[in-house]
């Protein structure tokens, strides 16, 4: 496997190179994070005002939320796939469960990995980063509800079922569904990535949370809204996040997996 550092990469799941997940590349660079107050559907409880951030490592993250089918290749539990949900997004697991199939992929793919990078999961800058894509409008496809119906599933287009990956435009750096179909497991808390001079910039030896000790009540932080979500709720603008137990599962919270810079203490 060629970790090519700049460029996107698919890395194979299973040894007849049919299941794998896509990556794309995210460069460096620097974007306001956050809304201002009078935003249209902010939530001022979940969101944070605008403040400049700098992501100093680039990194890859993947194109989709992780499928079903990505999902059985690798992690446990196992449960039997039905054709029809191969790609829809995996859902119903925890935090613990997502961090442990990104420490799988570390110890099947450890060889092959750039000097000092790792699997996990994105950062609440790193995400935010990512699903703006160059953009400061509500949503990275424009500021009404015409513009989110291009990216999204959410309540009004999606019959209030989960839906394969993919199946909407992406953003402009190629990524799909960072709105909208599947909520996101995060690694860290927002106000601990802009606190924190490193929080942003990659991760910490395996879990920075852990060894930063940062959960000791175990809440944890989740992006954008799922399929039966509405509008007016705000989890589909950029800069909203939620809060839910580590332990906690759904039908519409899943996870996507992202490669970036280890940083030392």
């Known amino acids: 496997m060629d970790f090519k550092i700049g460029t996107p990469l698919k890395l194979s799941l299973d040894t007849n190179e049919q299941i794998g997940i896509n990556f794309q590349w995210i460069s460096k660079g620097s974007f306001m994070m956050g809304s201002p107050i009078d935003e249209p559907w902010r939530d001022n409880y979940s969101s944070d005002l605008p403040r400049e951030v700098e992501v100093k490592h680039g990194f890859w993250i993947s ?11 690798i992690a446990e539990p196992q449960f039997e796939l039905e054709i029809s949900d191969r790609e829809k997004p995996i859902v119903d697991i925890d935090w613990y469960q997502a961090i442990s199939f990104c420490d799988e992929l570390n110890q099947r793919f450890s060889d092959s990995l750039p000097n000092k990078h790792m699997f996990a999961l994105p950062t609440n800058v790193q995400w935010e980063y990512a699903c703006r894509s160059g953009t400061q409008t509500i949503f990275y496809s424009g500021d009404t509800q015409e513009s989110l119906d291009k990216i999204a599933w959410f309540s009004a287009n999606s019959n209030k079922e989960l839906k394969s990956v993919g199946l909407k435009e992406p953003n402009t750096w190629g990524l ?38 940062y959960h000791d009540e175990r809440i944890q932080h989740t992006r954008s809204g799922g399929f039966a979500w509405d509008i007016e709720t705000g989890a589909f603008n950029c800069s909203q996040y939620a809060e839910a137990d580590a332990t906690h599962k759904s039908d519409d919270l899943g996870f996507r997996v992202c490669i970036g810079y280890v940083i030392s203490e």
């Open 63 to 73: 194109t989709t939320p992780v499928t079903q089918e990505q999902w059985t290749s």
């Open 176 to 213: 799909y569904d960072m709105i909208g179909n599947v909520q996101e497991w995060v690694s860290d808390e927002t106000h601990i990535a802009v606190s924190s001079n490193d929080a942003h910039q990659g991760f910490l030896n395996n879990n920075a949370i852990f060894l930063r000790g």
